[in-house]
């Protein structure tokens, strides 16, 4: 043992050498690994080595320190895949918008139209990692998509008319005592030759002005007879 030991010959004094133990004329070798490290420990005479586990890299010859893949390597994941760093390893998770249907497959498209993300009153539109959401017309605001009043804009309808709203649309309606003559809501004028009989009105029309009998009377010689014997 006296081979790791230092020997001082004037005051016969022996000492151990690093990474020995013992009086200097008996020196053993100490087990450094015996001591708790991150590393796994590799003991040699005198001495040590330490050596980290897949996934980490040695610093400080004693300490290993996980390696993030997600930095250090190339495209670590597939596309459509993000890579997230864990202890020692990392793992390949699917973006949002994608899901793997089984176990070492690639990442697929979502069809979230398929699972009815959009409003009832809306159209749905699948793309790639995503969707869009359009209100149908007469509605607005693409997640709620709310009823337009179409009747707040008063210059929709014609005049002598009313605007009545409803889901989606609306509708005008002609007031009392008027008439529909090409979309629009007509009043009865005095301009017909001969006037008009009791049962009729007198209404303007492509041609000039035109008689038109009430409801349930039919033109009948210039004249308005009723259908039934009132």
Same mark, same amino acid.
């Not at 529909?180 to 009729?200: A, E, F, M, Y």
């Given at each position: 043992?006296?081979? $790791?030991?230092?020997? !001082?010959? @004037?005051?016969?004094?022996?000492?151990?050498?690093? =990474?020995?133990?013992?009086?200097?004329?008996?020196?053993?070798?100490?087990?450094?690994?015996?001591?708790? @490290?991150?590393?796994?420990?590799?003991? *040699?005479?005198?001495?040590? $080595?330490? #050596?980290?586990?897949?996934?980490?890299?040695?610093?400080?010859?004693?300490?290993? &320190?996980?390696?993030?893949? +997600?930095?250090?390597?190339?495209?670590?994941?597939? #596309?459509?895949?993000?890579?997230?760093?864990?202890?020692?390893?990392?793992?390949?998770? +699917?973006? *949002?918008?994608?899901?793997?249907?089984?176990?070492?497959?690639?990442?697929?498209?979502?069809?979230?139209?398929?699972?009815?993300?959009?409003?009832?009153?809306? *159209?749905?539109?699948?793309?790639? =990692?995503?969707?869009?959401?359009?209100?149908?017309?007469?509605?607005?605001?693409?997640?709620?998509?709310?009823? #337009?009043?179409?009747?707040?804009?008063?210059?929709? %309808?014609?005049?002598?008319?009313?605007?009545?709203?409803?889901? =989606?649309?609306?509708?005008?309606?002609?007031?009392?005592?008027?008439?529909?003559?090409?979309?629009?809501? !007509?009043?009865?004028?005095?301009? %017909?030759?001969?006037?008009?009989?009791? @049962? =009729?009105?007198?209404?303007?029309?492509?041609?000039?002005?035109?008689?038109?009998?009430?409801?349930? $009377? #039919?033109?009948? &010689?210039?004249?308005?007879?009723?259908?039934?014997?009132?």
């Amino acid at each position: 043992m006296l081979l $790791y030991a230092v020997i !001082i010959v @004037r005051g016969r004094k022996c000492s151990c050498k690093v =990474g020995f133990t013992g009086n200097g004329f008996a020196c053993q070798d100490i087990n450094e690994c015996t001591k708790e @490290r991150t590393s796994s420990c590799v003991n *040699t005479e005198g001495s040590f $080595y330490c #050596v980290c586990p897949s996934g980490f890299s040695l610093t400080n010859k004693t300490t290993c &320190l996980d390696i993030n893949e +997600c930095d250090k390597l190339e495209n670590p994941c597939s #596309v459509n895949e993000e890579c997230k760093n864990t202890d020692g390893s990392f793992e390949c998770n +699917c973006k *949002t918008g994608y899901y793997r249907p089984a176990r070492d497959m690639n990442c697929l498209d979502v069809d979230e139209c398929q699972q009815k993300t959009c409003h009832v009153n809306a *159209t749905c539109l699948n793309t790639i =990692g995503s969707h869009t959401c359009t209100c149908n017309r007469g509605f607005e605001d693409g997640i709620m998509c709310e009823d #337009v009043d179409e009747c707040i804009n008063n210059k929709l %309808c014609p005049s002598f008319s009313v605007c009545v709203n409803s889901p =989606g649309a609306f509708v005008c309606s002609c007031l009392n005592g008027t008439l529909v003559l090409n979309n629009t809501c !007509i009043t009865p004028s005095q301009q %017909c030759n001969p006037g008009c009989h009791l @049962r =009729g009105l007198c209404h303007p029309s492509p041609s000039g002005y035109q008689c038109v009998c009430d409801k349930g $009377y #039919v033109e009948h &010689l210039n004249m308005s007879k009723p259908l039934n014997l009132c």
